[in-house]
């Protein structure tokens, strides 16, 4: 089975603390992304990478930057984290092959900032 | 750019019984794909059914079916005998061919009532 795992399940951090979340897939996936999930606004992509060292913005990565320097590990970066970056935190992965269809999901980090 | 609209923000049903979630979206492509998502209560997204919008063949997966309206631009998921477990938030998902990333829906919370 493919797994994709986050570093943290939940997460507190203080208004300017800088943040890393972790996202490792097993299963040699080109695609990974990282969303961003609200009540009432659902996933919004942050960014995405279809390559080691590559990576593309999604629709708000305004207070975020990213990281592929291996092919299983993608990780998210908050500079200067702001109360309204509260939020869960979505981690996926996906094959490249132009077949391939189904986006696999790690569990969230429900990240709070006070 | 692409978008996907779900105008049921919560939806319940008698289990056991029939329930359609809604789903349209906006696209100028021909080739795409199209998802319905589901997050139970425990948070792991997992995939409920795709459709390839080049198969005029409805997806079907045990209980869920989909009902795909390429002119409208409509993909509405219908749960047949309904029950408790179906309980989670549905999020409708789009994407073109490649490596592109999943566009969503804002989601529709289901409720199964006993």
């Known amino acids: 089975d493919v797994k994709v795992t986050q570093s943290s399940r939940y997460l507190v951090k203080r208004t300017g603390e800088k943040v890393f979340l972790e996202c490792v897939q097993d299963?040699?996936?080109?695609?990974m992304f990282w969303y961003r999930q609200d009540p009432g606004l659902g996933l919004r992509l942050i960014y995405f990478?279809?390559?080691?060292?590559?990576?593309e913005k999604g629709d708000i990565p305004e207070g975020y930057s990213v990281s592929r320097e291996k092919k299983e590990r993608f990780s998210l970066i908050l500079e200067s984290a702001s109360t309204n970056q509260t939020s869960m935190y979505l981690c996926?992965?996906?094959?490249?092959?132009?077949?391939?269809?189904?986006?696999?999901f790690g569990p969230g980090t429900r990240l709070t900032v006070t | 750019a692409q978008t996907v609209t779900q105008s049921q923000p919560e939806m319940s049903v008698q289990e056991a019984e029939t329930v359609t979630l809604s789903c349209t979206y906006d696209?100028?492509?021909?080739?795409?794909?199209l998802f319905w998502y589901k997050q139970p209560p425990s948070r792991q997204m997992i995939l409920v059914i795709r459709?390839?919008?080049?198969?005029?063949q409805n997806a079907t997966e045990n209980r869920f079916s989909v009902n795909f309206q390429k002119a409208a631009k409509s993909f509405s998921l219908k749960i047949s005998d309904s029950q408790l477990g179906d309980a989670a938030m549905y999020f409708c998902?789009?994407?073109?061919?490649?490596?592109?990333?999943?566009?969503f829906g804002k989601g529709t919370r289901l409720s199964v009532i006993a």
């Open positions: 990478s279809y390559d080691v060292k590559m990576k």
């Open positions: 459709q390839e919008a080049y198969k005029q």
């Open positions: 696209t100028s492509e021909s080739d795409y794909y």
């Open positions: 299963m040699d996936h080109e695609n």
């Open positions: 996926a992965s996906r094959s490249g092959t132009r077949s391939s269809y189904e986006q696999y």
């Open positions: 998902a789009y994407r073109l061919s490649g490596n592109t990333p999943l566009v």
